[in-house]
Every structure is written in structure tokens, then in C-alpha cells.
């Protein structure tokens, strides 16, 4: 018998912002104003939180963390679209998106400084799930909350962001699985910000595609450029109308930069190279979504300074905050492991508690 093609495959891609903020009148999703520059403010104080963030790492007053610059047109537009009772899954660097959806600029640094209170939130309804530094394991979460959606028979829909070397762990296929097996309401987004720690996109995965490994468990899929925060936000709002009508989970490719180090223990420049990251400071996203505000006449110089002033001063208050000494109890750690006391954890927690008793006046 001759071969038959069984079946036939594409991965479309969209932009609507270019780098230099000029946008597609026909793509436009035609945002209303105050919409527009909340996206931006957002973005400014992602970046704003991320810049002092370094500065203290750097002063010895923070731990290492991973920064985000760079990656603020992925998280923070998905977080806008969702709704109050939307889950927000994330890996490590969702930052902005995470200060959307209500995690107070506190939070970052206490967790990043080695305090369990970071993943501790002031209300438990955000439903923000902790960030997760195990690759991948994240996805398999988020397939399950999105299942519950489903099995509950509410419009609720798991947002859930993963880095493109998670995409070669095995969480991140048996989640999809999951997900396209069941049609549960899942937008799964892939930030491939071209580097997984020093290994280059090319030489983790031989696929032409990251958002191509959604095909094969069903679902649809796109690439977006994620240095356009118009791009993201129509499809993330395309791919949540979907999850929210019963049609399934959607797997989205945002295609960006990681422009600083993997984490603040990284040195790039022994991987990449200066004109790499130079070409890439230029594509990024704050760049093309001021201009494209100035085009519109929304934004100007006066209006910049005034926000970044504005912005300084809610990060100094953030960082005073987090530096005023504190009565925290050492073992906070194991009362939130699981939502009810656990028999194992509560022996743990027995156990470390008396190790640190016997360690005391110990030189």
C-alpha cells in the first residue's frame, strides 16, 4: 500500500508590536487607554522591583534570586486578563504578573532573602501558587487545578508560565497530557527566553518549534512575540475564551530575552555573547510599548519621570519594609506544607526544633 499522509501540522505566529513601537493597524486589539497605561505601569514597577532587587543582592542585603528583566510583556499582560478566581501558576520569573494579581512587592524579597513568609499571602483567595524552583513540576499542578475546574463545572481557568528548558522535562509532557487528554482549562505558556541557565534553545530540544510540542497532545497552539505585550494579550485572551467555553487547554510560545543573569550566582558573558544581549536590549519590551504610547499621545518625558519617581518611592517603602527586623517563628516552614497538620511534618518539625535548641551557645 503507498504511504498516506496521516496528518498535517502549523504553528502560527503573531506579533502586533513592532521593536520600534509602530503597530499593526489591522491586528490592534484597540485597548482602551487606561488599560494600556496600567499595562505599562505594571511593567515599569516589575522592572523598577527587579533593578533594586539586584542592587541589594549586590549589597549583600538579599539572597540570590533570578531577575526578570526583559520578560515583563509575558506575565504581566496574562495576569490582567485573568479573572478573580483564576489560578496563576508560575515558575521563577513571573514577577510582574504575580504583582498583578496581588503579591505584595514584599513578598519577592522575603523569599528571595530566605523567609518562608514570601510564599505566605495576605489572602489566600489570590490563588497564587508558591514559585517553583523544581523544573517542570509546576505544570503538573496547574493540569491538576485546571481538571478540578472542569470536574467542579465552573468557568474557572489555570494560567501556568514555564521556561523553555522546563520543556524537556518529563512534569511539563505528562501535564499537557493530562490537560489535552481531559480538555481541562489550562493555558500553559512556554517563556522561551532563549537560554536554559548556559544552555542555548538550539541545543536543549531539536524541535523548530517550542509551541509544537502542544500538537501532539491535542491542543491548539501559537507562537507569540513575547517582547509584545499586545501579541500576548490577544493570545492569552484568546486562548482563556477557549478554556472558559469547555474547548480545552492551548499551549502559547512568547518568545523573548532573558537580558540579565540566569540567577545572581550566573556570569552570562562566559556563554554569550556582547552583541547577542546588545541586539536583544533593543527588541525589549518596555522600549517598544512606551513608544508606541507616545505614538498615541499617552505618554511623554514629564510623564515617565513623574511615574518612576512615583514607583522609586513604592519600592523604598517595599524595601524598608522588608528590612524592619522581624519576631518570626523559626519553624513557620512546616505549618504550610499542607493545608492540615501532618503527622510526618509535625515529627520533623519536633525534631528540628530540638536540634536548634541543642545547637544554642554552640561557637
Known sequence: MPRKQAAKFTVPYLQILAPDGKVDAKLDPKLPDDT???LYRWMRLARALDERMLKLQRQGRLGTFPPCTGQEAVSIPAAMLMRDGDWFVGAFRELGGRLVRGEPLTATLDYYNGWEEGNILPDKNLRILPTSVVIGCQIEHAAGLAYASRFKGTDEV???FIGDGGTSEGGFHEGLNMAGVWKAPLVTIIQNNQWAISIPRGAQTASETLAQKGIAYGMPVIQVDGNDPLAVWVAVAEAMDRARK????????AVTYRLMMHTTADDPTKYRTEDEEKEAWAREPLVRTRAYLESRDLWDEAREKAL???LKDQ???????FETPKDRAPDEPFRHVYGTPHPVIEEQRREFLANLKGGEGRG
Open 36 to 38: 494600556l497605561l496600567k
Open 315 to 321: 519600592v523604598d517603602q517595599a524595601v524598608a519594609e
Open 246 to 253: 469547555g474547548d480545552g487547554p492551548t499551549l502559547i510560545e
Open 308 to 310: 518612576l519617581d512615583e
Open 158 to 160: 489555570t494560567v501556568a
